[in-house]
């Protein structure tokens, strides 16, 4: 599916055509990706289509040497990060704030029949730096290979592994010591 999105994109005749394609078949694993970084469904609503739109605008840059949803990733998430970067300085909130307004959203969007471990697992992922819950996202929830995880954000996967490493073990003491 992916190389015929490319096809459709690179020629201008189908150019509209194929971005519609890929929007469809990215935008439900791309908005998950960012909802599961910032929590609130309309923050992650608007950060999509701003991903889409950025998208959009550099097509032109896209290179085949890397997959199409590994770029589109990469652009996904550094949105996210860039983001709650912003909302960390309009707010002049410390992490720990952020992470407690972070957390209320979650509580309040929590289904009622909501499973009290998943609840207690996505509290433990606020209380991780950024980055590191990035890459717990991608590994643990996404299934991604350290491989494609490396591509997306331009780590090397020792450290990815590290870091996957380290946010099991902070998750662990969070779930643990409660």
Known sequence: MEDQIIAKIRDKETRNYGFNLMVREYQERIYWHVR?????????????QEIFVKVWKNLDKFRADAKLYTWIYRIA????????????????????DLEGELTKKLISSAEPSGDEVQMKLQKALLKLPDKQRMVFNMKYFDEMKFTDIAEITGTSIGALKANYHHAVKKIEEFINGD
Do not use: G
């Open 36 to 48: 599961k970084m910032v929590i609130d469904h309309d923050d992650a609503d608007d950060l999509v």
């Open 77 to 96: 998430t550094n949105e996210c990060l860039n983001f709650l970067k912003k909302k960390k300085r309009r707010f002049f909130m410390p992490f720990h």
